[in-house]
């Protein structure tokens, strides 16, 4: 049988314990900068011996605010998001918000599912990735003046924030750098197109550098996939079986690349000698796999951090839309060379 519920300690426990008043024990939780360290130290001594916890739902209904931000990614499954969100939610941490991260599988019904149960929970401010998303969600969130901020991209529209990068235009400088080295018989393996932004402008980009080069754009043959080693593996055997003379492949991320180049490994091509191929992103697999991967460095730290400084600050007061644009730059390492000569 259960004894008499204990009544839980309140702020002012706190304030009497350490022997200050309310609004410094108020203080010392919510802008800690503010507070000397000896107050801090005696402050967070009778948090940690009263096992206090501050009363966030009442906070939030006093200010309309919860200090929740929900940020929804297409994917778990590898490290394509993991440095920005990693950076995203250090920058909240430090400002005592939270994040709450979901994963919308790339589908877009599930995305917008996700949004709307994270705006049912309270989430003062959401970071979403990429533009492609029905204009109702977009409304939905307009009505209900939920600041988000998109990241991975560039929104055309400017009505709406975003810190990102032009995908298009990473894309075409990478190509076009492939292009000069000579290759002529390009395979492109990209994520499915018809409702990813990001790889849609990357592909958009490839074919912009193969015109700007005076060649047709059909030397160029579009697979699309799912972003996995597996599914990389998997498109760049079937291109180097049914269309050997491939000398450069395209991939629309730094995974699908890693499975190319195993791919391309197993069936004995030599890279950079035989087949060059080339990624996006620079992730931690770039430089892990050999030879280490051509490809086009995106600012992924820096992008968490500034989205979260950006989404913070649109939730604080009316803002004019944010709209920061960061720079990308294309690694050349050992899997990019000029193609065989005959």
Request: hydrophobic share 40%; proline share 6%; glycine share 6%.
């Amino acid at each position: 049988m259960n004894g008499p519920k204990r009544s839980l300690p309140t702020l002012e426990d706190v304030a009497q314990r350490a022997g200050v008043s309310t609004a410094t024990v108020s203080r010392c939780l919510n802008e800690p900068a503010k507070v000397s360290e000896a107050t801090r130290s005696k402050v967070m001594a009778a948090v940690e011996a009263l096992k206090y916890t501050p009363n966030f739902g009442a906070r939030a209904i006093a200010a309309n605010r919860t200090g929740i931000i929900g940020a929804i990614i297409p994917t778990m499954e590898n490290s394509i998001f993991a440095r920005g969100i990693e950076a995203f939610q250090k920058s909240l941490v430090a400002v005592n918000a939270t994040m709450i991260v979901a994963s919308s599988a790339y589908d877009p019904d599930q995305e917008a599912k996700l949004i709307r149960t994270m705006v049912g929970r309270g989430a003062d401010g959401l970071l979403l990735i990429g533009t492609d998303r029905d204009p109702d969600t977009y409304a939905y969130l307009n009505e209900r003046n939920i600041p988000y901020v998109i990241a991975w991209a560039c929104s055309p529209d400017p009505t709406q924030s975003y810190v990102g990068f032009d995908n298009h235009a990473a894309s075409t400088k990478l190509v076009a750098h492939a292009i000069a080295q000579g290759h002529r018989s390009i395979a492109y393996i990209s994520a499915k197109i018809a409702t990813n932004d990001r790889a849609r402008e990357r592909v958009l980009g490839a074919l912009r550098a193969i015109k700007d080069a005076g060649l047709n754009p059909e030397i160029m043959h579009l697979s699309q996939t799912d972003y996995s080693v597996d599914n990389g593996r998997s498109t760049a055997t079937n291109i180097l079986q049914t269309t050997p003379e491939t000398t450069l492949i395209i991939c629309g991320n730094d995974v699908l690349a890693v499975g190319a180049i195993q791919a391309a490994q197993s069936l004995g091509r030599k890279i950079p000698d035989d087949l060059s191929i080339v990624g996006f992103d620079d992730i931690e697999l770039a430089t892990v796999i050999h030879p280490a991967l051509t490809t086009v460095h995106v600012p992924h730290s820096d992008m968490g951090r500034i989205a979260a400084e950006a989404l913070l600050t649109l939730t604080k007061t009316p803002q004019p839309p944010i709209r920061i644009r960061l720079k990308t730059r294309t690694m050349e390492r050992g899997s990019l060379g000029p193609p065989p000569t005959a």
